[in-house]
């Protein structure tokens, strides 16, 4: 984890800063663009095979951890590259169904997925609390709600699908804000494939929500 200090920038410091932010913002971009044209590529894939493209792409989650931390910052982008791929082929026939049944209730989840992301993004890298705290709460709270998740798989509850998207939204909101603060307070660029990743998921994650939300709690 990353802590703001608090103390006044140096010029040295934002450029690094800028540095950091720029890396970062074109890998999610590139790992977007890669998860888009997934999709796209599997969008008549079968289940099975979709079920295979998200174990695979969290492979190449699991790798890129050890590269990034080794110092080989290539061979995690190309991993982060591999991962928004593969991502996109698992969530490919999901996306297409939306597209295809409903392609407002796309739009409007990629809009309010932009605007959330921007809120909360400005928010956490503008701050100078240290969030570390709320990171901490919001990953224990995501895992909390993975529990709920399974549980709604088994047990119908009423409502429980807005509820679920609700509260992954309220998670998020910390996991974003949190995320974008490590962009200002982070120290080397090699950390930048492993930022972008967790700023795609979260991005992801939210998109779905919204998915969700927008999609009446459909599937």
Known sequence: ?????GSAPTATSRDQTATLFGQVMWLVALA???FTLGCYVARDLSAGWAFVGFIAAFGCLIAMNFTVRSGNSSAGIGLLSAFGFLLGLGMGPAVAYY????????????GATALFMAGFGAAGYFTRRDLSALGRISFFALI???VLGLVLIFVHIPGGEMLYSILGLIIFAGLVAFDFQRLRTGKGITSAPLLAASIFLDALNVFLFFLRIFGGGRE
């Not at 984890?1 to 200090?5: D, F, G, H, L, Q």
Request: net charge neutral; no cysteine.
């Open 99 to 110: 597209s295809t049944t409903s392609p407002e209730v796309v739009w409007r989840a990629a």
């Open 1 to 5: 984890m990353y802590y703001a200090t």
């Open 32 to 34: 977007a663009g890669l």
């Open 144 to 146: 909390a709600l993975i």
